[in-house]
């Protein structure tokens, strides 16, 4: 899956979640949480959408790894990258 | 034989607007199906029908605003002939005289429809008292004729205690949530003797438990710590019934359920608490799916009016990155509320050392009339002890 | 005295503001000529076309017999031909003799030609009691009129309406039907002096307040205008409408006012039954039902013959103090 795939599908599930969310205007290197403020319910089920729609299982121990939705992009490369090239 | 009529969805609804049909004349219903959907101050809600039988035919169309108690559908009963509904007001039988009697006129009819009218009230009024749920019997009318006029029922709107609404009043939406809002908040701290407790609650243990629990299960399997706050509040409730029921008529009706009401708030402003229904029967797994479920639908807009009428206490989370402490106000007619602040990592004395643990400040608002602050610590201390024992939620 | 824009202005009558309106268009359109009784010669039986004669000649300002049928009839003739006929009927008591002229023939050939020709026609009509010309010139029949698809109607009530509407309704394609109220020859107002032609499309909010809409237009518009001042020291604030356009009428205007103040009263010269004032309260009753707190009221002529005795005359005609009456009574006073 390339980058830009990945990218489409995060901002898709992100506007689930966050309906009224201006997406054009999420700051990348913020608080993912605090941008669409979301609360844990919010944010496990876009966790779930996440691990629905790029086929993957996102571990609670990984949930650090997408505090922004910069590193949201970087961690969801990395765990489905070596699937891709296979 | 039955009608389906208007449910009362909370204390404050007076009418409520016909959104949806989701059973037709012709359907078989059971007690517990949804059958429509109605929008009211609080939001479009799914309503149950609590008869068994065939739906026979709708009495209001969709769009109709209603009061509460209006017959909607007719629902007849299994083995009930077509058409047995003679207990419905539009069609009067006809009775055949005999030609030497003269004709009485059904004296009873008359009265039926002139109190049908209520009292004499513009059509602004009407439609004003409509949309903020102002019972038109209880004014007097500064109008022609001593009609009931607008003025009127602003000013009663007014001395309510509700929020004033500056330009044009809108029926639905924020602005009717609002007003549905201000309406139960004035009326909780005006007639609620509230009384406050607060205890700082060691949770690490139960973070822990739900660490390990989570990273062996699926994510649509994991848990969030509210959900174990409502299993713990729920099973520590069983001791406490002075908290857990509802004050009407001047006296308390404790509840042999904890139907568990959960502030939810929408994304773009105001909240509600519909209920989880008999909380702390369901296992930790089912109480998660519950709260997932209708803070879901709760957001989507959609929620039983079951759900919102019948919370018998309720628990406000402000989650984890909400502010420490919140002193919650009681959704009338409970008598109680239970809020937990966001958990944050603070030096703790365990024992004789300070160690890094997780604290959340769990608060009790709780009704004067009903319950005193001894019992209300005690329950907070009940609720403290399930946390740290989540093994057994 | 100047204008907020700068213009001059003048106080004027209503009788000059509609004679500046004739020779305007006379001057400004060949086409235009005046037909009409006593138009000529005489000056305009309210001496509203006096001097005309001789700066336009009787080519353009024609003395008729006293035949309405034939003379309106001509106009419209004059109209299809490619005129811009003004045609004057004395009263609106009198134009009962061309109503078949108006109604069957100037209303409806557009529509029977299937859109071919058209009727370019100005009717003026003197409308309206109180000058003590009894029951054959007296009348309010506006409505009549206002009834008819096919024709504009229009009733000047401000001296600039007279000066403008006539202009407007000159370029209008179609019929147009001008009612002056007697009353208002000789009332006075300020008009600028590079007036010229108005919309007459919308009705106008001559006064604002929040209590209740009183809903008039014609020569009743001052009696409702003074009784609105009578009721704001009584503390009950008043919108005035006046509706400038009886046909088509400007539901908009309306509508927005009472939905605002949720109370109507309308003040119509007419008699009750059939008038326009009952047209109005039923659009209000269809439009705003609920935003009403009271009922819609009317303040109408009463249904007699218009009596000649001052005293009667006065009796029988919407007057301010029923005005105010009616008003105190939507409001619950």
Not at chain 2, 114 to 140: C, H, M, N, V, Y
Not at chain 2, 192 to 197: A, R, T
Not at chain 3, 287 to 300: H, I, N
Request: hydrophobic content about 45%; some cysteine; overall charge negative.
């Amino acid at each position: 899956m390339t980058e830009p795939e990945i990218r489409q599908i995060l901002l898709e599930e992100i506007g689930n979640v966050a309906p009224e969310i201006d997406l054009a205007r999420l700051r990348s290197d913020r608080d993912l949480r605090e941008e669409l403020d979301i609360d844990s319910i919010g944010f496990l089920n876009l966790v779930i959408a996440l691990g629905r729609r790029l086929g993957v299982e996102i571990a609670e121990r990984d949930y650090p790894r997408l505090r922004t939705l910069e590193s949201s992009l970087a961690f969801l490369a990395e765990i489905t990258g070596p699937r891709a090239r296979a | 034989m039955g009608v389906f009529r208007m449910p009362s969805l909370g204390a404050d609804m007076e009418a409520g607007t016909l959104v949806e049909w989701l059973k037709q004349p012709g359907d078989t219903v059971r007690s517990g199906d949804i059958i429509a959907v109605i929008e009211t101050q609080k939001g479009a809600i799914e309503v149950e029908v609590f008869e068994s039988g065939t739906l026979e035919r709708h009495l209001v169309e969709v769009g109709a605003t209603v009061p509460v108690g209006t017959g909607l559908a007719v629902i007849r009963s299994d083995g009930t002939p077509a058409g047995a509904h003679n207990d419905l007001p539009p069609v009067a039988p006809v009775a055949v005289a005999p030609p030497s009697a003269p004709a009485t006129p059904p004296p009873l009819e008359r009265t039926a429809l002139a109190g049908s009218f209520g009292p004499k009230a513009s059509p602004a009024a009407r439609r004003l008292a409509q949309e903020r749920g102002i019972d038109l019997d209880t004014l007097t009318g500064s109008g022609p004729e001593g009609a009931i006029v607008f003025v009127d029922v602003e000013q009663a709107w007014l001395r309510r205690g509700a929020s004033v609404v500056t330009g044009p009043a809108k029926s639905s939406g924020v602005d009717g949530m609002r007003a549905a809002i201000a309406a139960a908040m004035a009326r909780a701290k005006r007639e609620i003797p509230h009384y406050y407790l607060g205890h700082s609650v060691d949770v690490s243990d139960s973070l822990d438990w739900m660490g390990r629990w989570n990273d062996s299960h699926p994510p649509a399997d994991r848990l969030v710590f509210s959900a174990l706050l409502a299993k713990a509040v729920a099973l520590a409730l069983d001791g406490f019934a002075e908290f857990n029921g509802q004050y009407r008529d001047g006296q308390f009706h404790a509840a042999a359920q904890v139907h568990l009401g959960i502030a939810i708030a929408l994304r773009g402003g105001g909240l509600v608490a519909p209920a989880i229904h008999d909380a702390a029967r369901l296992s930790l797994p089912q109480l998660m799916t519950a709260l997932r479920d209708l803070t879901n639908r709760v957001r989507a807009g959609r929620f039983r009016g079951s759900e919102l009428a019948d919370s018998t206490v309720t628990l406000t989370s402000l989650g984890e990155r909400g502010v420490d402490w919140v002193q919650p106000v009681i959704y009338p007619p409970q008598v109680a509320i239970i809020g937990a602040g966001a958990i944050q990592r603070r030096p703790w004395l365990v024992g004789d050392s300070i160690v890094p643990r997780e604290i959340c400040q769990l608060t009790l608002a709780a009704d004067h009339r009903v319950s005193d602050g001894h019992r209300g610590g005690l329950l907070l201390r009940e609720i403290e002890a399930r946390l740290q024992a989540p093994e057994a939620l | 005295m100047t204008t907020d824009q700068g213009g001059t202005v003048a106080t004027v009558t209503y009788r000059d503001a509609v004679r500046m309106a004739l020779q305007d268009a006379l001057r400004r359109d060949p086409r235009v000529f005046l037909m009409g009784e006593d138009v000529g010669r005489y000056g305009g039986c309210y001496a509203v076309s006096k001097g005309l004669l001789d700066e336009f000649g009787p080519e353009r300002i024609r003395d008729t017999p006293l035949s309405e049928g034939g003379f309106v009839g001509a106009g419209i003739g004059a109209a299809l031909g490619g005129m811009r006929p003004i045609v004057e009927v004395m009263t609106v008591n009198f134009s009962m003799l061309c109503l078949d002229q108006i109604l069957n023939t100037a209303a409806t050939l557009r529509h029977m030609s299937g859109g071919q020709f058209s009727v370019p026609l100005v009717i003026r009509m003197a409308t309206g009691a109180g000058r003590q010309l009894a029951a054959q010139h007296s009348h309010s029949l506006e409505n009549w009129y206002a009834h008819i698809p096919g024709i504009r109607v229009l009733a000047p009530a401000t001296v600039e309406d007279a000066r403008g509407m006539l202009w407007s309704g000159l370029v209008d394609p179609d019929p147009v039907i001008i009612f002056e109220n007697v009353m208002l020859y000789n009332m006075s107002g300020e008009l600028a002096e590079d007036a010229g032609g108005v919309a007459i499309d919308r009705a106008a909010l001559r006064r604002r307040g929040r209590d209740l809409s009183l809903i008039t237009y014609g020569g009743s518009l001052w009696k409702t205008l003074g009784a609105a001042r009578q009721l704001a020291g009584e503390g009950i604030e008043a919108d005035v409408i006046d509706l400038r356009s009886l046909r088509p009428l400007d539901d908009a205007t309306i509508m927005e006012s009472v939905a605002r103040t949720r109370r109507a009263v309308i003040v119509d010269e007419s008699w009750r039954s059939g008038s326009l004032a009952a047209e109005i309260t039923a659009r209000i009753v269809e439009q705003c039902f609920w935003s009403l707190d009271a009922p819609v009221a009317r303040v109408c002529t009463a249904e007699v013959p218009i009596p000649y005795p001052k005293h009667l005359e006065d009796a029988a005609l919407p007057q301010p103090a029923a005005i105010v009456a009616a008003a105190r009574a939507v409001m619950g006073r």
